[in-house]
């Protein structure tokens, strides 16, 4: 790998970072929708996705989600728990999509699903009840925040070198 990717991918595990700490401050809908974020951070991850390659968009995701744990909530809560298995089967959802003829808007939709079942497999998993009852009403939000990060990450691929 050479420096610029180094620094460019650096800057975007920054931005990343960065992003996922602001939205960790705005509350949604006065929470309605516990633990509902849009994703910000993950325009960054999709952006190296296309940009980099899925082992860059690894490293962007998963360096996030350390950083923001060790700074937020300390590594190994539940809370780190939940954003890493999303993260995990998001990316690794993301990537599998690509390869389809879905848009980048329809591979982050794929993404922002993964990304819920995924906290929400691992919450059933640690806490031991059964919470499948509130995925419909989280996918529906998924989606609609899939196409809001979908629509961004494309823009920016198309205006950023």
Do not use: F, H, R, T
């Given at each position: 790998m050479d420096i610029k990717k180094i620094v460019n991918i650096s800057m975007l595990?920054?931005?990343?970072?960065v992003l996922s700490i602001i939205e960790s401050f705005i509350p949604l809908f006065n929470g309605v929708l516990v633990g509902f974020k849009i994703g910000l951070a993950n325009i960054i991850v999709l952006?190296?996705?296309y940009k980099y390659g899925f082992k860059d968009a690894i490293y962007v995701s998963i360096i996030r989600v350390i950083v923001v744990g060790i700074l937020k909530t300390g590594l190994f809560s539940i809370t780190f728990s939940f954003s890493l298995s999303g993260a995990i089967l998001s990316i690794i959802m993301m990537r599998l999509?690509?390869?389809t003829k879905l848009s980048i808007?329809?591979?982050?939709i794929v993404g922002a699903v993964s990304h819920t079942i995924?906290?929400?497999l691992i919450?059933?998993?640690i806490l031991k009840i059964n919470i499948m009852f509130y995925l419909p009403v989280l996918i529906i939000f998924s989606i609609i925040s899939g196409i809001?990060?979908?629509y961004i990450s494309k823009e920016?691929?198309?205006k950023v070198d």
């Open positions: 595990i920054s931005i990343s970072i952006y190296a996705l999509a690509k390869y808007i329809g591979v982050s995924g906290q929400l919450a059933m998993i809001l990060v979908g920016l691929l198309e």
